[in-house]
């Protein structure tokens, strides 16, 4: 392709975007490049958890501290890549349902596991038969 | 005279009550293809909702994973090289979903049904994967009636295969839609709702590979 198509494409594309952005549907559908960048960028932060997790690298604890932390960041490629979620889809409507489900999804699960292990402290005596003669 | 401009007034208080209608109404004025403003956002309410639906069963599950009941505990049945290919699986149907997007952006109707085909074929390679996993894991005694911990794993993995297969099923409903009635404005906006859809379930297994299989290996 020669650098004026290319270029007239891209004004195309341009002008396309202006119309779709102007009435209303405020939804990005992602480049080529997008999705690429992406993908490639979710492979590595696939791949970096897995090596570490089925080689034992690190202790435990860094590896759990590791790939808890490749896993959020690897959920944001996503929803920005993948999903398209930002300020400008859905006029940033699809982005305030996000946080907000973001901040429900935490107290579910982080205050379920707060609440449940120390339940679980006071039921310790439970095993205790075990270990009794 | 005066009727038109009360037709007029009429329509602009129509327009002027239903903000939502609106939007769509201008974008099919304008023979624009893409539609769906509000069909979208209220898609993604849904998988909202979603969301939250695996929260709870994710937060069960992190309660219950070590409540092994002298049953087999992650370490022992977790088979990592599987986890890794079925997610290597899901993370490239995500890219073929995608150009199925940019095909369907680009108005080609083959280029979106062969990317379709292959994202569908994936999926059945995700599920399949995902089944023999599970019937080995059945066949070794560990069933979800063993432990708490193994009802909670077949609960919160098995609810992400279903999702999956709802979404093969979704891919060959809108793959005899295209073959009937092409790439219209409608088709395009469940092409749309269903990237998002699929999209969200590779998010779900990011959270499971990691929290289910990783963790669990390491524990």
Same mark, same amino acid.
């Given at each position: 392709?020669?650098?004026?198509?290319?270029? *007239?494409?891209?004004?195309?594309?341009?002008?396309? %975007?202006? $119309?779709?952005?102007? !009435?209303?549907? @405020?939804?990005?559908? #992602?480049?080529?490049?997008?999705?690429?960048?992406?993908?490639?960028?979710?492979?590595?932060?696939?791949?970096?958890?897995?090596?570490?997790?089925?080689?034992?690298?690190?202790?435990?604890?860094?590896?759990?501290?590791?790939?808890? *932390?490749?896993?959020?960041?690897?959920?944001?490629? %996503?929803? $920005?890549?993948?999903? !398209?979620?930002? @300020?400008?889809?859905? #006029?940033?409507?699809?982005?305030?349902?996000?946080?907000?489900?973001?901040?429900?999804?935490?107290?579910?699960?982080?205050?379920?596991?707060?609440?449940?292990?120390?339940?679980?402290?006071?039921?310790?005596?439970?095993?205790?038969?075990?270990?009794?003669? | 005279?005066?009727?038109?401009?009360?037709?007029?007034?009429?329509?602009?208080?129509?327009?002027?009550?239903?903000?939502?209608?609106?939007?769509?109404?201008?974008?099919?004025?304008?023979?624009?293809?893409?539609?769906?403003?509000?069909?979208?956002?209220?898609?993604?309410?849904?998988?909202?909702?979603?969301?939250?639906?695996?929260?709870?069963?994710?937060?069960?599950?992190?309660?219950?994973?070590?409540?092994?009941?002298?049953?087999?505990?992650?370490?022992?049945?977790?088979?990592?090289?599987?986890?890794?290919?079925?997610?290597?699986?899901?993370?490239?149907?995500?890219?073929?979903?995608?150009?199925?997007?940019?095909?369907?952006?680009?108005?080609?109707?083959?280029?979106?049904?062969?990317?379709?085909?292959?994202?569908?074929?994936?999926?059945?390679?995700?599920?399949?994967?995902?089944?023999?996993?599970?019937?080995?894991?059945?066949?070794?005694?560990?069933?979800?009636?063993?432990?708490?911990?193994?009802?909670?794993?077949?609960?919160?993995?098995?609810?992400?295969?279903?999702?999956?297969?709802?979404?093969?099923?979704?891919?060959?409903?809108m793959?005899?839609q295209l073959?009937?009635r092409?790439l219209h404005?409608e088709n395009q906006?469940r092409l749309?709702?269903?990237?998002?859809?699929?999209?969200?379930?590779?998010?779900?297994?990011?959270?499971?590979?990691?929290?289910?299989?990783?963790?669990?290996?390491?524990?």
């Open positions: 392709m020669t650098d004026a198509t290319h270029t *007239a494409r891209h004004e195309d594309d341009a002008h396309a %975007h202006d $119309a779709v952005h102007s !009435h209303g549907d @405020t939804h990005d559908h #992602g480049s080529r490049r997008g999705y690429v960048i992406g993908f490639l960028t979710s492979v590595v932060l696939t791949a970096i958890p897995f090596w570490l997790v089925m080689t034992g690298t690190l202790s435990s604890q860094w590896t759990a501290i590791l790939i808890i *932390a490749f896993a959020v960041v690897q959920i944001g490629v %996503h929803t $920005a890549a993948f999903l !398209h979620v930002n @300020t400008k889809a859905e #006029g940033g409507w699809t982005l305030l349902a996000y946080a907000f489900t973001a901040v429900i999804v935490l107290i579910v699960i982080a205050g379920s596991l707060w609440i449940m292990y120390h339940l679980n402290t006071n039921m310790m005596p439970m095993s205790v038969p075990d270990t009794a003669p | 005279m005066s009727g038109e401009a009360v037709a007029r007034d009429g329509d602009g208080l129509e327009n002027a009550r239903d903000t939502f209608y609106l939007v769509e109404k201008d974008t099919h004025d304008h023979g624009e293809a893409h539609t769906g403003g509000a069909t979208m956002l209220g898609f993604w309410i849904y998988l909202m909702s979603d969301a939250l639906i695996f929260a709870t069963l994710f937060a069960t599950y992190g309660v219950l994973s070590t409540s092994y009941a002298g049953g087999p505990t992650p370490r022992e049945i977790f088979e990592l090289p599987l986890v890794a290919v079925n997610t290597a699986i899901l993370l490239v149907s995500s890219i073929t979903y995608g150009f199925a997007m940019i095909a369907t952006q680009e108005g080609k109707l083959n280029g979106t049904r062969t990317w379709l085909v292959l994202t569908g074929l994936l999926g059945i390679g995700f599920v399949g994967v995902e089944l023999y996993e599970f019937s080995t894991l059945i066949h070794e005694g560990a069933t979800p009636q063993t432990s708490g911990f193994l009802s909670a794993f077949f609960t919160l993995v098995a609810t992400h295969g279903l999702h999956v297969t709802i979404g093969i099923v979704w891919i060959g409903v793959l005899v073959a009937q092409g404005a906006r749309m709702c269903l990237s998002m859809f699929w999209h969200f379930l590779d998010v779900v297994w990011i959270g499971v590979f990691t929290f289910v299989y990783l963790l669990g290996s390491i524990r």
